[in-house]
């Protein structure tokens, strides 16, 4: 079974880091990409970033571009997103998410999502 | 990036009738198109990708059609569980983006 538990969300000041981390098990975890997704409350779906099997290849929304960085460490089937520089408008359940092929593409398993608030 | 545009934003439908989902793309997306559904408090769940393939263990009374900048999602006979939130995402150009939502609510 495909289980994917995000860890690191909080209370956090704006200006301020974050880091958060996604434990992966129950498949082969460098055979695929990951990604990361968020909601904002009251929100829709947005897209923050996606990472290769290999981290070979990366992308970033045009929101987060420049503040987030992802990562992967298949040795210990781990996806982290390190969050600087956070805004009010960065506020949402972020989720990990399972691509569906080793590339970039859709998201077949979701986690439960980490809540992170970005507040003074 | 490519705006996906989703109608309508509320669709109510009684439970059993059949349920036409639309999704807009403002640039050619090829098939590289998927349907999720989202439920308060729930995970989202994958329904369809490559704009008409089911996703594993999805009801055959979900559909998707369409290729380059249209598509469909459809559901043939509404359960109680499908009364949801679907989103459409097109992952044929980075960034990866998402429509806004069309809420299916109990008529």
């Known amino acids: 079974e495909v289980q994917l538990v995000e860890s690191g969300g909080g209370l956090v000041q704006p200006g301020r880091s974050l880091r958060l981390s996604c434990a992966a098990s129950g498949f082969t975890f460098d055979d695929y990409a990951m990604h990361w997704v968020r909601q904002a409350p009251g929100k829709g779906l947005e897209w923050v970033s996606g990472?290769?099997?290999?981290?070979?290849?990366?992308g970033y929304a045009d929101s987060v571009k420049g503040r987030f960085t992802i990562s992967r460490d298949n040795t210990k089937n781990s996806l982290y997103l390190q969050m600087n520089s956070l805004r009010a408008e960065d506020t949402a359940l972020y989720y990990c998410?399972?691509?569906?092929?080793?590339?970039?593409?859709?998201?077949?398993?979701w986690g439960q999502g980490t809540l992170v608030t970005v507040s003074s | 990036e490519i705006v996906m545009t989703q109608s309508p934003a509320t669709l109510s439908v009684s439970p059993g009738e059949r349920a036409t989902l639309s999704c807009r793309a403002s640039q050619i997306v090829n098939t590289n198109l998927a349907w999720y559904r989202l439920k308060p408090g729930q995970v989202p769940r994958l329904l369809i990708y490559g704009a008409s393939s089911r996703a594993t263990g999805i009801p055959a009374r979900f559909s998707g059609s369409g290729s380059g900048t249209e598509f469909t999602l459809t559901i043939s006979s509404l359960q109680s569980e499908d009364f949801a939130v679907y989103y459409c995402q097109q992952y044929n150009n980075w960034p990866l983006t998402f429509g806004g939502g069309t809420k299916v609510e109990i008529k």
């Open positions: 998410a399972k691509d569906g092929t080793a590339v970039l593409d859709y998201h077949d398993y």
């Open positions: 990472i290769t099997w290999n981290s070979a290849t990366i």
